[in-house]
């Protein structure tokens, strides 16, 4: 069965560099969320999207935005990078309000 | 506003053993409740799910979690733990009744330790 697809897998960035990272939701999933998970941390939420639309917004900095296209794949993209940013980044997607599915996630480290 | 508590941050059990794996909720609607897990530079991985059916909800890899809402408790049980069930589990709520979106709320995590 088809997942939820992350890409790139890995990303190294240098401070004050942007990064862009690509999630491709299960078909038919009408929800999508990006979450952060720092080192020993558990995911925190960013963003979701509804339908195309912004739904809930969680601790995302200014400096991050998202998007969700018409195809339904999303893009969160980040600017003036810190090290902060380090940290696995997960999408995950949602049908119906019942379970979502995550991905790999993205390992974005920053230098 | 909903949360999660997951009451211990390490276990560490011997292979063959029982699995108590302990999650409260703090929920103002009927929440639909999930466990994950997370091995180690792997994604989250559904254990199992509880959406206001059965009470006592069954998982794959023999897990099994009972939703208490006297209780609001949705604790992680396995007869005999696996060398393989080493990993990080995580106890989410999901607030259906709030919105089409059910934001995901995650637990602080619990580390699995499995010993020989």
């Known amino acids: 069965a088809a997942g939820v697809i992350q890409s790139p897998r890995h990303l190294i960035k240098e401070k004050r560099e942007t990064a862009t990272l690509k999630c491709y939701p299960i078909?038919?999933?009408?929800?999508v969320y990006w979450y952060q998970q720092g080192p020993g941390q558990d995911p925190q939420f960013l963003i979701s999207?509804?339908?195309?639309?912004?739904?809930d917004k969680g601790s995302i900095p200014d400096r991050f935005s998202a998007q969700q296209f018409s195809d339904y794949h999303s893009e969160l993209n980040m600017s003036s990078l810190e090290l902060g940013d380090s940290a696995l980044y997960f999408c995950?997607?949602?049908?119906?309000?019942?379970?979502?599915?995550f991905g790999q996630g993205t390992r974005l480290t920053v230098v | 506003a909903q949360s999660v508590t997951q009451l211990d941050s390490h276990v560490s059990v011997s292979e063959g053993t029982p699995v108590l794996l302990r999650c409260n909720y703090s929920?103002?609607?009927?929440?639909?409740l999930f466990w994950y897990v997370q091995h180690p530079n792997k994604g989250l991985q559904l254990l199992l799910k509880y959406t206001s059916a059965a009470t006592l909800v069954k998982g794959i890899n023999g897990f099994e979690a009972e939703f208490k809402k006297s209780e609001t408790s949705f604790h992680l049980t396995k007869p005999s733990a696996h060398m393989s069930d080493a990993a990080e589990y995580f106890c989410v709520v999901s607030d259906s009744g709030s919105s089409n979106t059910g934001k995901l709320i995650f637990g602080q995590g619990t580390t699995l330790q499995v010993k020989p």
């Open positions: 078909p038919r999933h009408d929800t």
């Open positions: 929920s103002s609607y009927s929440p639909s």
């Open positions: 999207f509804y339908e195309k639309m912004q739904s």
């Open positions: 995950a997607s949602r049908e119906g309000g019942v379970e979502a599915f």
